[in-house]
């Protein structure tokens, strides 16, 4: 079983937070309510579904959730690059969030690569038996 309380998850949990103050800043003082809607649903997530991997039912739904995470952070980096391109965010708030943003994706790709490999390399070595070749019938039942 996984530990709840890996890094990788506090990491997201802790952008997470991060994500959530930057919403409520570009809605209280920049009065943004669009591009703040979709990084704060893409930023949380990220999270979110890293949770649901650490307390996943089997190795391929524990691989599914960490791609779903990173493809999240991945979009939460789309919304940010608008939100500093559109001066919602300053240069400096955008690279320490950005900086964030960035290792999730390292840390996670790297579980999903590693993950894809052992599950490659697990394939090649299964093969599936016929069930003929399992249970032969007996000549006079043929």
Known sequence: MRQADDPVTEKAK??????IRLYQHLTEEKREFVLSKQVLRSGTSVGANRT???YACSDKDFLYKNKVALSECAETLYWLGLLQATGYITDERFSTIFNDCE???KILTSIVKTLESKKDSL?????????DEMYPLPDELL
């Open 123 to 131: 394939s090649g070595q299964v093969r599936e038996v016929p069930l």
């Open 103 to 105: 290792e999730l994706i």
């Open 52 to 54: 649901e991997a650490v």
């Open 14 to 19: 802790l952008f997470a937070i991060r994500i």
